[in-house]
Structure formats: C-alpha cells, structure tokens
C-alpha cells in the first residue's frame, strides 16, 4: 500500500481506521512528508490529539488557511468543521479535502464510522468519500470472525445480514468477511486504488484466517491486502500479502 505526496487517503470500514491513521501518519511525518488528517464523518478528540493541532471551522477557506499556517511549521494537522459534545470532532465537507491537501503532503481520511465494532454492514450512504480520493482502505478487525452476528460484533448487524447472507446469531466466516469488506469499495472512484487492511492479526492461527481473508479479496480484484496487529499494538507490526 504506497502512498505519496499528493494522495488523498479514505480509510473506511470497522474495527482499526483510526490506528491505521495515527501509525501512517506517523510513518509519513517520520519521511517529512505534510499529513492532513480529516474525518468526513466524526473522529474522537483523544485520536486527533496524538495527531497533531486541530483546527476547525466551518469555513472552508478559514479552514484552508489555518491548515497551510499550521503545516508551514508543523508535520501533521488535523481539520474538522466543529468540536462536538462527546469530545468528538466534526466531520469536513468531503468537497472541500482536495483543497485542503497540504503542499508535497498527503491527507488521511476516516470517511466512515462503525461504533468501534471490528466489521460492520455499510449501508447504501455510507462511506462519506472526499472528493478526489486517490486510494480506498477497507479495514476490518479479525477479531470478528468466528462471533456471531450481533450487535456487539457488528456495527448494524441487519445490513450486514443483507450484503454477506448470514443471518443474525449465525457464525461469521470468512468469505462473509470479506463481503462485508467489499461493500466499503464498491463506489469508490474510478482511478481511485483500493486496498483491504485486516487488523487484530498476530502470528498463527489468526494469520492462516487472515490468509483465507485474502484470498477472497485477490479473487474480487482487491490485491492489495495488509494485514496488521493494529489496533491491538502500537506501533503494530504490518504484513503485506
């Protein structure tokens, strides 16, 4: 999963978006690349923190210019368009991202949201894509498989029922997994790369099901499979497929 200056990064799907921003964006500061971190939807207050200053508005051109004063002296930022209650930040326009992308630097997008759950069933208006995004990131926690459909394994369990064929209660496998996955990827640009992050993945037993993950991936086209101990580790320890 490479990414450059320039990309525009939507990371959708359940169970470790937000550690995979954090480590990226860490990685990306580490090569001095600028990193913008934004949520479409909602991201919690206590992540955007480990981030860098957060800068919010709801204008997007007070937005802009706070994000390039910020990055001109700084690695990493994050935008959003109001402090919420719950200690959350609000979402930013998907149509503003592409201005906001900083200069040489790359921006991290949670565009979806799933309650903390490690899959979910990503109804019909979801994910909140930005507008130019130039890579799509469907994670999912491993952790899910082998539980049942329900609502603490599942972040809308009946939607889920709907895309995999797995009715409530009943065991998810791995080919419902992946399904649930796809469905993140499925309208997505048409230039956009897609790729699948698999967390909660340690060596044995989850790696030979992650494995199994992948291949049901690779046979939908999606070949670009990372599987990572996030968000158990952090850092977390990163496989490539």
Do not use: C, Y
């Not at 995999?164 to 009943?170: E, R, S, Y």
């Not at 698999?198 to 993950?213: C, D, F, I, K």
């Amino acid at each position: 999963m490479k990414i450059g200056a320039g990309d525009i990064v939507a990371f959708v799907g359940a169970g470790g978006k937000s550690s995979a921003i954090l480590q990226i964006a860490r990685e990306l500061g580490e090569a001095e690349v600028p990193v913008l971190v934004a949520p479409t939807t909602k991201m919690s207050l206590s992540e955007a923190e480990r981030v860098g200053r957060i800068l919010v508005s709801e204008d997007k051109e007070e937005l802009r210019a706070e994000v390039a004063d910020a990055l001109s002296g700084e690695g990493a930022a994050v935008a959003g368009s109001a402090m919420l209650s719950k200690k959350r930040i609000g979402g930013v326009e998907p149509t503003w991202i592409p201005a906001l992308v900083p200069d040489r630097g790359v921006a991290l997008v949670e565009a979806d949201g799933s309650r903390r759950r490690p899959t979910k069933g990503t109804a019909s208006h979801e994910p909140l894509l930005p507008e130019g995004a130039t890579l799509v990131v469907a994670v999912g926690g491993l952790r899910a498989l082998g539980e049942p459909v329900d609502e603490e394994h599942v972040h809308r369990p009946e939607v889920f029922s709907e895309i995999t064929g797995i009715g409530p209660g009943h065991t998810i496998d791995a080919p419902a997994f992946a399904r649930a996955l796809l469905a993140g990827l499925r309208n997505i640009p048409k230039n956009a790369r897609r790729a699948a992050l698999l967390a909660n993945v340690e060596p044995g037993p989850s790696m030979a099901r992650a494995s199994v993950v992948a291949r049901e991936l690779w046979r939908d086209g999606v070949r670009d499979v990372i599987l990572s101990s996030l968000p158990e580790e952090s850092p977390g320890r990163v496989w490539v497929l």
